[in-house]
């Protein structure tokens, strides 16, 4: 993914907007009153959906996002996400209110809208747009889950996880330094404990994140270096080290501890 890297995530998430709204502001046109599951969405949200994006409700805009692709009529359904891709980037962004990204992004897949196969122009401008939001997960200081939940959506939409951690690796700067020994601590330490795993993404296998973290070692010896009383750094040098020896990890399971507690076996 040999994209330039912008220096400054948020201005990238700006500009992906804006080409987003340029590009999808042409897309097709419903030929007929949508279709779905009036259970679970009635008829009257339905004809929301079928009217003007810009007119539809955050949470009605969620529930399409979130419901199962196979409660709508299944040649609509790309369409539809077509239709509200530049209301869909604004709810997963930074002032958004997406809830579960893997979910939401994962629709996005073959047995979904299958995004792989959307128009050119458009795929660049949402692809542009993930990359902006990764940028901006790996330096704001989030939770390594959430990354873990982002990443995975974005995979599972775009077929595949390896030009998405190239990418990660190719972020410059001292707060994506930061930013990635935080996540190859965290995931280095899930997968000794065998706990990495996607939620949604029921074809995804961790083993590429696993292959992924040992070409990182060099960028977190260089931070460790730099900051030798960061512990993050020092544990995840010793995690990447328990990993490439196929040993058990150097930290107690932390679900155990209040039983060991319980029978005074940390005293």
Same mark, same amino acid.
């Given at each position: ?9 948020? $201005?990238?998430?700006? !500009?992906?907007? @804006?080409?987003? &709204? ?5 897309? /097709?046109?419903?030929? !007929?009153? %949508? ?17 003007? /994006? ?31 891709? *530049? ?9 958004? !209110? ?15 809208? #299958?995004? %792989?196969?959307? *128009?050119? /122009?458009?795929?660049?401008? @949402? ?16 939770? *390594? ?23 990660? $690796? ?6 994506? =330094? ?11 330490? =899930? ?14 296998? /961790? ?12 960028? %977190? ?19 990447? =080290?328990?990993?490439?020896?196929? &040993? ?10 209040? !039983?060991?507690?319980? $029978?005074?076996?940390? #005293?």
């Amino acid at each position: 993914m040999s994209e330039y890297v912008d220096p400054d995530p948020y $201005a990238m998430w700006q !500009r992906s907007l @804006v080409e987003a &709204d340029r590009v999808f502001a042409s897309s /097709p046109v419903l030929d !007929r009153p %949508v279709g779905g599951c009036t259970y679970c969405t009635p008829e009257s949200e339905l004809r929301v959906l079928g009217g003007p /994006p810009d007119a539809v409700p955050d949470d009605l805009l969620g529930h399409f996002m979130r419901e199962v692709p196979s409660h709508w009529d299944a040649d609509q359904y790309p369409l539809l996400w077509r239709r509200l891709m *530049p209301r869909a980037l604004r709810y997963w962004g930074p002032q958004g !209110r997406g809830v579960d990204a893997a979910a939401e992004r994962g629709h996005l897949g073959e047995q979904g809208a #299958n995004f %792989v196969d959307w *128009p050119a /122009p458009e795929r660049a401008a @949402v692809e542009q747009a993930f990359r902006a939001l990764l940028a901006i997960a790996l330096v704001d200081g989030r939770e *390594p889950v959430e990354m873990t939940d982002l990443i995975e959506g974005i995979a599972h939409a775009t077929g595949g996880m390896e030009p998405w951690l190239e990418y990660l $690796a190719g972020l410059p700067g001292p707060a994506a =330094d930061a930013g990635l020994v935080r996540l190859v601590c965290d995931w280095a330490i =899930d997968l000794l404990w065998e706990e990495l795993r996607f939620s949604w993404w029921y074809d995804g296998d /961790p083993r590429v994140i696993a292959d992924w973290l040992p070409t990182q070692r060099a960028r %977190v010896t260089a931070f460790a270096a730099r900051h030798p009383h960061c512990k993050t750094a020092a544990d995840a040098l010793i995690a990447l =080290d328990r990993l490439q020896a196929g &040993d058990y990890s150097a930290w107690l399971y932390p679900y155990g501890i209040e !039983r060991l507690l319980g $029978a005074g076996l940390m #005293n």
